[in-house]
């Protein structure tokens, strides 16, 4: 027995550990691929197709050599394409505030400008090369298509905004108290709403404008955190490729539209997830560790998913730190004083005990639906198990597949918003290749592919058997960090491997696709969406939201009564406006049972969702009159959004004010 296992010891000691990794992903993507006849969910279907081609370009990398170097513009070239990508950016800004939307021609020029920013980054010459340039170039690009979505909107983009700010921090500023936020989750984690409210308060500013110049100013410069992190694994071009590619993910756009306490945690996640790469890898002390302590404490008084999601990262961190002492899989001898060392591990195990035990102490105070916020997830994840038998998706998935088949529009809005994942993933899969191989590995690459796949796990596995306590949604922008760094570390790889008109067409698929998916995928375009009547808006006119307050003032309801309307324009009556309100039902018999309905003009031509039979969720195209109906009296008609009830007239003298920022834009 020893001597077998000496063998196989011996046998794996002189494998390529990189290449052993692509053929088993390669054959694991064929196996998976039956799974299309089980789940509907086309990141599912598709992941073992984008690790058929990540496997496949890296075994062709390993079997050719680039003699010639990647191609190059010509040096006026090169010197030109930051001229005009400051150009396009100056010219983004102004058509957003002269259209007064990101609008679809903002998207065209944005992208364009991003397929610009990517060339440059994989073919300017290295004389002509100027890193600083190119960040800045992004950087200013970030902050353009964020914060033109952000000034232009009126009131705000999402939903949990319109609690966290329109109406927590607006009542902390007002009355100086937390008490807004006594009995909620987020009494035990007010960082987010502190931050906005002290930045409120000295710079003198509103509320939103504060929410603006601290968390969305936050938002769209964490991309610097990715660059210092990834040039600890590549040079700065490819650093560079992980910034742009962070910079314009649909999916970390989203959190920097729609500012909530996720995308402060976001902020407080990417520092650690550098800090931890430092602690690992290059030179680890006290200051580091002091200095995860803090941002793990800020996560944890932030936000409950980003808190969860930074232990993930720290495990991952642990786990990287402990496989690496097993002399098979050690790396060279510049990392053997970290490899052989104990006091590291120490550290660590310490800071995952430390942050588990903060987490579950917190989370054991703060009240969340009548109970603890750890009794309540326990309780829905429990009961989640229970009800679905694991088969949760798998059987409701085809079912609703079944009942409404999607239109040609909405399978391809399915393949975009999957395509700004799947394009990343793809070198994502060939960096952790990469850095199987002995001489490449070290701990902080381990810990970046091993948060990839537990955080895949929590995205696509547990929801494949109908378990979402964990609200995969939240966890992509996250993913995208470990996923851009892997990805730079895959793509530099094959551009010095590769023969040239192979590595010339894999870069250019990804510098006009990316940016292209980016600017029309969902999550990146809620403030308003490239295709109107498929993907949801999740903003709002002057008139929309000013017709909340009046609405209020003029039929306020009973404490058994709600206001019906579509979703999402039911969760601003509902989060910041007169109170309670639901997704109107559109049958027949829901509307006659219906006292008060609420009409606006984006029903009829957008992409809000109704309750139809069995609670589905629709979305027809409703005209006023159908809504409505002949025999309602017409109670509230503000050029866009008509009320009207069954039994009530209205009060012409009711106040008609607003105070919801329904006109505060910064055009």
Known sequence: MAGSSGRIYGWLSTQRFDVLGAVLALVLAVVLLPLRLLASNFYIVAIPVAMTIASGLFLLAVRTSNTEGLPAF????????????ILGTALLIGLGLYQGARTPAFYTIATVVGAGLFLQIFFTRERDFVPWLLLVQIVAFAFTIRYVSLLTTPGYTGIDVWSHVASYSVTIAETNSLDILEGGKYYA????????????????????????????????????????????????????????????????????????????????????????????????????????????????????????????????????????RFELLSPPNRFQGYTHGSGDSVSLTGLLAFDLGFITFMWSLTPYNGDTFLATTFSFFRVTLEESAGLGDITSDRGAQAASAPTVLEQAVQYIDAAVFLLVFVFAVVGCFYVLRRRNISHGAVMCGASIVVMLVFIFGFPMFGIRTFIPQRWYAFLTAPMALLAAVGLAYLARRLTTPVILVVLLVFALAFPMVAFTATDGTIDNPRFEGTQTKYSYTAPELNAVETIGDIRPIAEDETYNTDHPYNTVFSRAGPGPSVAANVTDEGLRNTETLIYRDYQTTGGSFFVSENDRSVTPEMSRNELCGAERHYAYDNGDVTMCTATWEVDSDANTGTDLGGGETDT
């Open 74 to 85: 010509p040096t006026w070239a090169g010197r030109l394409l930051p001229s005009l990508t």
């Open 189 to 324: 984690a007010p960082l987010f709403h502190l931050a906005v409210v002290a930045t409120s308060l000295l710079a003198d500013v509103s509320v939103r404008n504060g929410l603006f110049l601290s968390v969305g100013f936050g938002m769209a410069i964490s991309s610097v955190f990715l660059y210092i992190t990834t040039r600890l694994f590549v040079s700065a071009r490819w650093s560079l490729f992980a910034v742009a590619v962070f910079a314009m993910s649909a999916h970390t756009v989203e959190w920097s539209i729609h500012l909530i306490p996720t995308g402060l945690g976001l902020v407080f996640f990417l520092g650690v997830f550098y800090l931890l790469v430092r602690v690992l890898d290059v030179n680890p002390g006290g200051r580091e560790f002091v200095l995860i302590v803090v941002l793990s404490v800020a996560t944890i008084l932030t936000h409950q998913i980003s808190a969860f999601i930074m232990l993930v990262l720290t495990g991952a961190g642990l786990l990287a730190h402990l496989l690496l």
